[in-house]
């Protein structure tokens, strides 16, 4: 056998050679072919992730209060940079923080990240760079006000919610991430790639809030203005729509301390006087008192367990309204005590104090609100003056639309509606009634013992010219860290309706520790009410129906009262006087129930008078007392000698009794007469 | 030489076909950067448009506005007598 050849060895290398690539390449190409394709599709294409643009949130009329806009996150890897003095000089024209920068760099970290948000045009001339890494992030855009902030809350540098409605709302704001392929060029960074396929993000829900911007605005400004001047702690300012339980700014403002989320929803206080119209309203519901009843309020000073109440307006005697109406301690007491403990519970249960509202804001505060078993022995007298309960301004706000709408207890709402990125409705809030908390005879019947605490009562100061506001000033004293009640430190309130015969608004004004002479709800809390209503009148948009405003000027009313009566008016609206005593009246004549558990009643002294001496201030020094308006003496024959005295005493008038031969009094009933005229009271002869 | 032609034929079309191909990646390539470009343009000016009506909403906002008029103008709040709502007309 001839033996191979060199030649023939060689080209039996080659050959063998040529056979092993042959066989390599059909492994790669068809036995692992799937794998390799996949692996280079891998390096060359990758899925990005796209963010959705997170919703936008817009106030009642459409306006913009939160947006997002895309900026940019810079990162550098240091050991992908080849030079690092070009990177940190292009750093630099890019008007990025050079110290930052330098200190990051210093540090030779292998992942550096810039501190800030960039946008797209700053960081242009950087993005081919080696090293440097850009990532779009979405950032919200807010305004400068406060309360917004405070209302819709704020996100982490990562785009997190952290608080309010932004937190709340997270699952409708965030939308859906969509999923991008790119192609990498030859330096890694991504192209967009004619193969690739895009899932195109889903943009999250526009969210539609009940608060007007405008009034939002009005209330802030004037908050801030008022905490400044009158040296408070803070305050907070609620205004809520009565009919739809719509809120319509919330705004507040703490000095020197750091809040989070709104307080006049997280924070509850002891809301004092203004809690006195529930009581009277329990009373009128459990039929325990009418309006025109009376009681002894021992001069302003009463002595019940323990302690000593008083009034700062002293008076001998006062009957159910005008204890609103001067907001007297004593008289809501002596009052209150024809209440059950139980009685007392349940009414302000009922107006859902002691249990959150459920409004779209985290750490709503629930209030404190004790069962009677809890209750010391002073309690029962200190819940009737607003105190041993704590409730959050929004509570109030929504307590007392129940008496703006005549009896409801609204569900009170945040988010007017929810529309989908198509501008589709997905939700709508609509007003929806809790419960029926006093009837709508009561509810007026308290509107108008507050029309009396702003025309002549407590809370002048927040009376306008040309519209009714009904209101109840609250000046209450405020607990230090385990000091208790301390001197010369109070929670200053006033709850408005507006307009106060047909109420559009509810506006709660509360001033925390105000420092000053001043320091009673009707005197300081009250004028910012004023000031608060007189520029959402002037505000071109504020949630104001014109044309409902228009029939309740007081002009218009009394018009219409002259239309009625073929009278003359006088310069008190009439209108507003005759639903008054028609809803007196109508109460009055009620059947009175007087149960076993009620305390004794005060009986009127004869000889005392009917005036209440009021503290001076720059408007009643001139006049410390009330305007004496000459009223009809009533009509008492049919009824027994108890309760006529207790009609005319109601009536403001001094009674004499006298047997004669027939019933009646001296003078006539109808006969006009100033308060304070003794009536001669004829009782018949057995 | 036929044959050698032919082959010539077929190599230099191979050639034109690959750079055909070169030629219409590079294209697209710089397409694609071109529109990324345009993205970034617009997502810029998107941010920026956001940037500039929240400066002027804040600029509009009474806490603004109704300081400096206030101050610089002597302007006021309208007490509510100067305010005159008319009623709208009936036809």
């Not at chain 1, 009581?279 to 009376?294: G, N, Y």
């Not at chain 1, 021992?298 to 159910?320: P, Y």
């Not at chain 2, 993205?39 to 400096?68: F, P, W, Y």
């Amino acid at each position: 056998m001839k033996a191979p050849t060199r030649v023939a060895v060689i080209h039996a290398f080659f050959l063998l050679f040529a056979i092993s690539l042959v066989a390599r390449a059909a492994k790669v190409q068809v036995v692992e072919g799937k794998q390799w394709a996949a692996r280079g599709k891998r390096q060359h294409f990758f899925a990005g992730s796209l963010s959705a643009p997170r919703g936008e949130i817009l106030d009642a009329s459409g306006n913009t209060l939160v947006e997002s806009r895309e900026m940019t996150r810079v990162a550098l890897a240091l050991p992908e940079m080849r030079d690092t003095a070009l990177v940190l000089k292009a750093l630099r024209r890019a008007r990025l923080d050079a110290a930052a920068v330098h200190a990051a760099i210093d540090r030779r970290r292998r992942w550096i990240e810039i501190p800030g948000l960039y946008s797209a045009s700053d960081v242009a001339s950087i993005s081919k760079l080696n090293g440097v890494h850009l990532t779009p992030v979405l950032q919200r855009v807010y305004g400068n006000s406060d309360g917004i902030k405070r209302i819709v809350g704020s996100l982490d540098g990562r785009g997190n919610p952290l608080d309010g409605l932004e937190l709340a709302l997270d699952s409708l704001l965030r939308g859906d991430s969509g999923r991008v392929s790119l192609a990498r060029d030859n330096n890694g960074r991504a192209l967009d790639s004619p193969d690739g396929w895009t899932e195109q993000p889903k943009a999250g829900s526009t969210v539609v809030l009940t608060i007007n911007n405008t009034l939002q605005d009005i209330c802030e400004r004037e908050l801030s203005i008022a905490v400044d001047s009158l040296k408070a702690e803070g305050g907070d300012i609620v205004v809520m729509n009565p009919h739809t339980g719509e809120i319509l700014a919330l705004a507040s403002n703490r000095v020197g301390r750091t809040t989070f989320g709104n307080t006049a929803v997280t924070e509850p206080f002891e809301p004092g006087s203004t809690l006195k119209p529930f009581v009277a309203a329990s009373l009128l519901e459990h039929k325990r008192a009418r309006p025109s009843d009376i009681v002894n309020t021992h001069n302003g000073k009463l002595e019940l367990d323990g302690r000593i109440i008083t009034d700062m307006h002293k008076a001998a005697q006062l009957s159910l309204s005008d204890v609103i109406r001067f907001s007297s301690n004593v008289g809501i007491v002596e009052f209150g005590q024809r209440l059950t403990p139980r009685q007392k519970y349940e009414t302000f249960r009922d107006l859902g104090f002691g249990m959150a509202l459920g409004v779209p804001l985290p750490a709503e505060a629930a209030g404190t609100l004790r069962e009677p078993r809890q209750w010391s022995r002073q309690t029962a007298a200190s819940i009737l003056m607003g105190y041993e309960i704590a409730v959050t301004p929004l509570q109030l706000v929504t307590a007392y639309a129940a008496i703006a709408n005549g009896g409801e207890l609204l569900e009170p709402h945040l988010v007017k509606e929810v529309r989908s990125v198509e501008g589709k409705v997905v939700y709508r809030a609509e007003t929806r009634a809790i419960r029926r908390v006093m009837s709508g005879e009561v509810a007026r019947t308290i509107q108008q013992m507050l029309l009396a605490v702003v025309q002549e009562g407590t809370a002048t100061k927040a009376d306008l010219a040309t519209f009714e506001v009904a209101g109840k000033s609250g000046t209450a004293r405020r607990t230090s860290q385990n000091a208790g009640y301390t001197a010369g430190n109070y929670t200053a309130s006033f709850v408005g309706l507006f307009p106060g015969n047909d109420p559009q608004y509810v506006v709660l004004v509360k001033l925390d520790s105000p420092k000053g002479a001043h320091y009673a709800g009707g005197d300081i809390a009250a004028p910012v009410t004023q000031i608060v209503l007189r520029a959402a009148l002037a505000a071109r948009d504020a949630a104001l129906d014109r044309e409902g405003l228009a029939a309740s000027e007081k002009s218009t009313l009394a018009d219409v009262a002259r239309a009625s009566n073929g009278t003359r008016s006088t310069a008190t609206p009439k209108v507003a006087q005759r639903v008054r005593g028609d809803a007196t009246d109508a109460l009055d004549r009620a059947a009175y129930d007087p149960s076993d558990n009620m305390a004794p009643r005060a009986e009127p002294e004869e000889t005392a008078s009917y005036f209440v001496d009021l503290p001076a201030s720059p408007k009643l020094a001139v006049a410390p007392r009330l305007p004496v308006t000459p009223r009809p003496i009533p009509d008492v024959r049919r009824l027994s000698v108890r309760e006529a005295v207790r009609a005319l005493h109601g009536a403001g008038f001094r009674v004499r009794v006298v047997t004669a031969a027939s019933p009646g009094t001296l003078p006539a009933a109808g006969t006009m007469a100033a308060p304070g005229t003794l009536v001669q009271l004829t009782r018949p002869l057995e | 030489m036929r044959g050698r032609t032919l082959v010539g034929v077929v190599l230099a079309a191979f050639v034109l076909v690959a750079l055909s191909i070169v030629w219409r990646r590079t294209i697209g390539i710089g397409q694609s950067e071109r529109l990324a470009q345009l993205d970034g343009n617009r997502v810029d000016l998107e941010s920026e448009r956001a940037r500039l009506e929240a400066e002027i909403r804040d600029a509009s906002a009474r806490q603004t506005l109704g300081t400096s008029a206030e101050r610089r103008l002597g302007m006021h709040i309208p007490s509510d007598k100067q305010v005159v709502i008319l009623p709208r007309a009936t036809r």
